[in-house]
């Protein structure tokens, strides 16, 4: 469904939840990684306030040699939980599903985390057609310059195809915090101060980005990602400001975000979200945080 739809929908009165933005986390972890049973972990959710959580987890962990994920999951000390491979993929949402029945007060969606290079390099269809949504993994690292505009008007146009064989909503997950580790990364490995940096140079958006940007995602289901790592950076006056002078044109514009903890460990999902405390200064409201959230109960009603 199209955001022009949904905005249809709403004005229709079909469509009319909108949540505060601690009660939604469309990015938490619950597969391979998990340290703790899925009932506790779903609990966890349910604790932390949340009345809306996608449930994903990492597709290319599935793709492991049995060798290769017995190796890594000792390496992290995980639990042996799915099987690799397409097995995998099933225990895994038939898990989420047979917890989710019992916590009737959350409402739980399914999705993957996919490494943005397989939008160059091939996609697997047909595990991402056993999901709600779907976030685009956007990196630090790999040896490339850090994420910038460029970037997601990239990721957008390729998105945007991945769409036409998958039309469910996507998320361009964390973009903005990830090119701040990537400089700042950069800095120490250099000898460099971090005090140093400037705003422009933390800055990711080039002038014209943001309304090239704001036009390319305009009646499109892809969204872009606020997580809580923001908030770590927010504590730097220079991240800051830079985050600020990148994300408020954009929520000026009516692009539409995603709030999350993205939560990998029981640490992260025990510890306070409060998205409001820099969502507010960022221009981003419950309204726009809650659009893609009006997508996945307006899909979930039309499959009944």
């Known amino acids: ?77 995980f639990q042996s939980r799915y099987s690799m491979g397409a ?21 739980i969606f399914k999705g993957w985390e996919i490494y943005e290079g397989e939008l160059d390099t091939g996609m697997d269809l047909e595990a991402m057609k056993l999901v709600d949504a779907i976030g685009w993994h956007i990196s630090p690292n790999n040896g490339r310059e850090p ?28 973009p903005f915090t990830m090119r701040l580790e990537n400089i700042q990364r950069t800095a120490k490995a250099k000898g460099r101060d971090l005090k140093s940096i400037t705003v422009a140079e933390y800055r990711f958006f080039k002038p014209g980005e943001q309304q090239e940007l704001a036009a390319a995602l305009k009646g499109t289901s892809i969204y872009i990602e606020i997580s809580n790592s923001t908030a770590k950076y ?40 409060q998205p409001e405390t820099y969502c507010k200064e960022l221009g981003c409201t419950d309204a726009n945080t809650s659009g893609m959230v009006r997508e996945l109960r307006a899909a979930k009603r039309r499959r009944r």
Request: proline share 4%.
């Open 234 to 273: 927010f504590e730097d006056p220079v991240c800051r400001q830079a985050l600020i002078e990148d994300i408020r044109p954009l929520a000026d514009m009516d692009v539409q975000f995603t709030v999350s903890t993205d939560a990998h460990h029981v640490s992260d999902a025990t510890r306070p979200f």
């Open 1 to 77: 469904m199209t955001r022009a739809l949904a905005v249809a929908l709403l004005a229709c009165g079909v469509a009319h939840a909108q949540y505060a933005m601690r009660e939604i986390d469309l990015h938490f972890h619950s597969g391979l990684e998990r340290e703790v049973p899925m009932e506790e972990w779903i609990g966890m959710a349910a604790a932390g306030g949340r009345k809306v959580v996608l449930m994903l987890d990492h597709l290319e962990l599935y793709r492991k040699s049995a060798d290769e994920y017995e190796q890594w999951r000792a390496k992290g000390k």
């Open 147 to 174: 994420p910038d505009g460029k970037t997601l008007l990239r990721r957008v146009a390729q998105v945007k195809e991945a769409q036409k064989k998958v039309p469910v909503p996507m998320i361009l997950f964390h």
């Open 87 to 107: 097995a995998g993929h099933r225990e895994f949402f038939a898990d989420v599903d047979r917890v989710a029945a019992a916590h009737q007060n959350l409402q």
